[in-house]
């Protein structure tokens, strides 16, 4: 499987909202992680259980409001 994509849209709801009214970065960052995590067992077929190792830069270009539709995408070209 030299090519797995993942995707994965979501409606952002009321109860992952922060103290300002947005949606909390926290909640985004773990979808991420979450979809990613899946994307690498993938390539091990099952048999193996993957480790989060690091991550490097997530960027917050713009806050997210409630009520809005996220599309997470994981794309992986691993050879």
């Known amino acids: 499987m ?3 994509t993942l995707r994965k849209t979501m409606l952002m709801h009321y109860q992952d909202m ?3 009214g947005k949606i909390f970065g926290g909640y985004i960052m773990r979808e991420a992680v979450d979809l990613a995590w ?3 067992s993938m390539h ?6 993957p480790e989060f190792i690091k991550m490097a830069d997530f960027v917050f270009l713009n806050p997210v409001d409630v009520g809005s539709v996220a599309i997470f995408e994981c794309i992986s070209d691993l050879e």
Do not use: F, K, M
Not at 44 to 49: P, Q, S, T
């Open 18 to 20: 922060n103290i300002h």
């Open 2 to 4: 030299p090519e797995t």
């Open 38 to 40: 899946v994307a690498v």
């Open 44 to 49: 091990g077929g099952g048999r193996d259980y």
